[in-house]
């Protein structure tokens, strides 16, 4: 055929590849099916929350304090009532935190199988006091030993819980800034520290999507033995991708002028009321802890 230029028209056409039919329509590729189990990942328990409570408004180093002030409270004596005492102040106070019932649950859910181990544990390796309870073959529980476990127990539960309920609470950039601002920190390492942070749920989401790929090329685990031979060529690939990344973010950080000893800040770290208010409670559920179990005698300084 000519063109309207009477020029012909040499223009190559495509030949029909094999299982083509009379109109050069080509059959479609195969999809491939991914199992249930092939969800996006879910990044949400590295979000922090962010409802507009006072609590979660607060600065976060007033925050860090709180969380130190409660260990404190637990940390100096193995006994059932100071820890009973904080642990149930913590969960009357827990709502002031903004975390829902359902982010709760998310967040905490590992919490009371972590206690429990613990307790048993203590439970079998304690000293063995008191009257037996229990003795069946090498397996000696105690009265003694039952009391150790279950204090160790909600001593766990009692210092694990305001620390996951303040850093879901706790937003990594306006931390930065105030260890930068407040505490003077070098700002290299935090601001460092801060990309890292926010890489994690891009790595997290990597992961699966490297794990996608290989199962998309039909490399994909599927037995256990498998499967835990396949983390290597994942975790090398991730290694790679996040070196690469890594070096293109100090380049990029470098020359925003971070580290440099004159810098000005965009958002300013301040304390406000409601941060003495949060110390101040974490003082008093600590003296409330501690002063209930010396009431009950059964207040032991561990260092002595």
């Known amino acids: 055929m000519n063109s309207p230029d009477n020029t012909p028209n040499t223009t190559a056409q495509p030949t029909p590849a094999p299982g083509e039919g009379a109109a050069g329509s080509q059959a479609a590729p195969r999809a491939v099916i991914l199992p ?3 969800a996006p990942v879910q990044v949400d328990l590295l979000v922090p929350i962010r409802r507009r409570t006072a609590f979660v408004r607060a600065n976060p180093l007033s925050k860090m304090a709180l969380a130190f002030i409660l260990m404190c409270g637990v940390l100096f004596s193995i006994d059932i009532v100071s820890a009973s005492v904080m642990l149930a102040l913590q969960v009357l106070l827990l709502p002031l935190t903004g975390l829902r019932i359902g982010a709760m649950l998310k967040r905490l859910w590992f919490l009371p199988g972590a206690a ?3 307790a048993w544990a203590t ?4 000293e063995k006091t008191g009257d037996v309870l229990v003795h069946i073959g090498p397996l000696l529980i105690t009265t003694g030993s039952l009391a ?25 950039t306006d931390l930065a800034d105030a260890l930068v601002q407040k505490l003077h ?43 835990l031979g396949g983390v290597v060529p994942v975790a090398f690939a991730l290694l790679v991708q996040a070196i ?17 000893s004159r810098r000005t800040q965009l958002r300013q770290s301040r304390f406000h009321p409601r941060d003495a208010v949060i110390v101040a409670v974490g003082v008093l559920m600590s003296v409330a802890a501690i002063g209930a179990a010396i009431a009950a005698g059964t207040w032991s300084l561990i260092l002595t």
């Open 116 to 118: 429990l181990i613990a």
């Open 185 to 227: 920190l070098p700002e290299r390492f935090v601001m460092s520290a801060l990309a890292a942070t926010r890489l994690v749920t891009l790595f997290t989401a990597e992961w699966q999507t490297l794990s996608f790929a290989r199962r998309a090329r039909g490399v994909g685990p599927d037995t256990l033995l498998r499967r």
């Open 148 to 172: 150790s476990g279950t204090a160790i127990g909600v001593r766990v539960l009692a210092l694990a819980l305001p620390g996951i309920a303040i850093a879901s609470t706790v937003d990594p």
């Open 244 to 260: 690469r990344r890594g070096t293109r973010l100090a380049m990029a950080m470098e020359g925003r002028g971070f580290g440099t």
């Open 123 to 126: 439970t079998i390796l304690a």
């Open 36 to 38: 249930r189990s092939a």
